[in-house]
């Protein structure tokens, strides 16, 4: 099992609340994103780094904010959340040094805004 | 941006048969991927096949590659119930792009 980790797992809050959905991982990887999934459907990247204060958008416009400070932590923030952002997020890291670019994913956070 | 496209989108069988996934991608890639997700979970990684390999094998599961098609098939050999899941397949670019790009998955049904 990876050893990434997201908080919360699931995230009820009402319309126009800042949220801070938490991403650790334990493996040294520089290589962490973001998805965005709605149920059934496919995954869009909305924000990735390549290394401790190196931070890019994704594929998919995405009103939130990430940060990377520290190698193992990759926080995501949205200033205010609106029923739109409904979603589940993943996060996920890699490390391609070993010639395989294979992403490790942690279980996801479920957002429900009203 | 390139996509992968995986059919069928739904696949129900019975416990014991075989179940075949497929992709399709747009671009050159320098490796392909096969993933899970349990219902509500992350994605775990199932199996990697480069761009000048043609046939993978990891337990019970069989991935092919044709890159002239730019398509992949992933083969679960005697299904289980337990191998209900969403699988997707996920292609790299290589190079200094690190990001991979997901197709919109086959839901695979295992009957008991």
């Known amino acids: 099992e990876a050893d990434i980790y997201q908080t919360p797992r699931y995230l009820v809050i009402g319309t126009g609340k800042k949220i801070t959905l938490e991403c650790s991982q334990t493996?040294?990887?520089?290589?962490m994103y973001w998805y965005q999934q709605d149920p059934g459907m496919e995954l869009h990247l909305i924000h990735y780094?390549?290394?401790?204060?190196?931070?890019e958008k994704g594929d998919l416009s995405s009103e939130s904010t990430v940060s990377r400070i520290r190698t193992e932590h990759f926080p995501l923030t949205l200033e205010s959340a609106r029923p739109s952002h409904t979603s589940q997020y993943l996060c996920?890291?890699?490390?391609?040094?070993?010639?395989?670019?294979?992403?490790?994913f942690g279980p996801g956070t479920r957002l429900t805004v009203l | 941006s390139q996509q992968g496209e995986e059919d069928p989108q739904a696949l129900s069988i019975q416990e014991g048969e075989n179940a075949t996934m497929n992709c399709s991608y747009k671009t050159s890639i320098n490796n392909l991927q096969w993933y899970r997700q349990n219902s509500g979970r992350g994605l775990v990684h199932l199996i990697l096949i480069r761009s000048n390999e043609r046939e993978k094998h990891s337990g019970r599961l069989r991935v092919t590659l044709d890159t002239s098609k730019k398509s992949s098939s992933l083969l679960i050999t005697a299904s289980r119930a337990a191998d209900t899941a969403s699988y997707f397949c996920?292609?790299?670019?290589?190079?200094?792009?690190?990001?991979?790009?997901f197709g919109k998955g086959t839901l695979l049904t295992v009957n008991p």
């Open positions: 996920a890291s890699s490390d391609p040094r070993g010639g395989n670019n294979e992403q490790f």
């Open positions: 493996m040294g990887h520089d290589k």
């Open positions: 996920a292609t790299d670019r290589g190079g200094s792009n690190y990001k991979l790009t």
């Open positions: 780094s390549y290394g401790v204060n190196s931070t």
